[in-house]
């Protein structure tokens, strides 16, 4: 029996181990793979105290940040669910079965791909998932965004002050984000809205040269340097259930990181926090340990 299971080992899941382990607490880490998203982001530069940072040196840096307090990673292990077993948690994996008297759950999310020829090929080669990350690269270049959702029109309205010119790409034939954003982005003179209209394919052979699409029966090319895939998001919650989740399926918490189980706390993507971001999960992550931490306190 443990006394704290941290699920998940991304920027929110070391953080919270880091804290954990300086707390002294009887701690497991379970994680799929360590670093999490950020093992898929090129360069970062919006985390403090680090102009640029490859997303591969920070999860070193974090892993051997982690490692300086021994071993406490079951890296590997998939968690399939979570249970109440009395007072405690019975958390079960692909590989075994653990206890803990309080959980956090850092487990992230997962970005929805395309699923069209060249997108995994040009991955960080012009093809990005995340305009708050990465818009700041296409100053006066010509830019794709798919998707007419939030997040889509939330991408364009970013890149307008930095591209040339932004497409805005829907296979449906309205855009479904909110009214004040669609008309944002349409009256901007740099912003093109194309309904109806299929990805087929991203093209480039190193970098990305623009995309194909259909509409209407009809192909087109369209060039463009950049192209942002922004049709959401799947929150990796799906093994814990009775909780309350949100209509997105993340994990609703408080501010103190509680989630709707009592010793259940969680941080990071998984959560309704709003900005999906590395600082603001290592934030989460800090949050969500001391909460525990008092919670086990306040119990004993
Ligand atoms: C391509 C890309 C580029 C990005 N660029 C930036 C950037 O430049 N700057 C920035 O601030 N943010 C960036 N982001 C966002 C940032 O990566 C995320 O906000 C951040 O990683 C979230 O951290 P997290 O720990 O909450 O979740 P994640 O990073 O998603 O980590 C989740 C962890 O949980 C584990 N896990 C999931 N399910 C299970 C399970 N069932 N059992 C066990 N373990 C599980 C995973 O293996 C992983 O260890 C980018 C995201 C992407 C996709």
Partial sequence: MYELIIIG???????????????KMDFLVIAKEVGGQT?????????????????RDLV???????????????????????????????????????????????????????????????????VFYCATCDAPIFQDADVVVVGGGNSGLDAVL???????????????????ADHVLVEKAKSSPK????????VLEILGDKFVSGIRVEHEGKERTIPAEGVFIEIGWTPSSDFIENIAKN???????????????EGVFAAGDVTSVPA?????????????????????????
């Fill in 9 to 23: 080992a991304g920027p929110a899941g070391i953080t919270a181990s880091i804290y954990a382990a300086r707390k």
């Fill in 39 to 55: 093992n898929w982001t090129l360069n970062v530069e919006n985390y403090t105290g680090f102009q640029m940072i490859s997303g």
């Fill in 60 to 126: 070193a840096n974090f892993r051997k940040h982690l490692s300086g307090y021994g071993d406490r990673v079951k890296e590997g292990e998939s968690v399939r669910s979570v249970e109440k077993a009395g007072e405690a948690f019975k958390v079960k994996t692909n590989k075994g079965e653990y206890e803990a008297k309080a959980l956090v759950i850092t487990s992230g999310k997962i970005n929805k791909v395309l699923n069209v020829p060249g997108e995994n090929r040009l991955r960080n080669k012009g």
């Fill in 158 to 176: 970013q890149l307008e002050k930095i591209a040339k010119k932004i497409y805005l790409v829907d296979s449906q034939p309205k855009l479904m």
């Fill in 191 to 198: 912003v093109e809205v194309l309904v109806n209209t299929r």
């Fill in 247 to 261: 209509p997105k399926t993340e994990l609703m918490i408080n501010c103190n990181s509680e989630t709707s189980i």
């Fill in 276 to 300: 999906k971001q590395i600082i603001v999960s290592c934030g989460e992550g800090a949050k969500a340990v001391l909460a525990a931490f008092e919670y086990l306190n306040r119990k004993e």
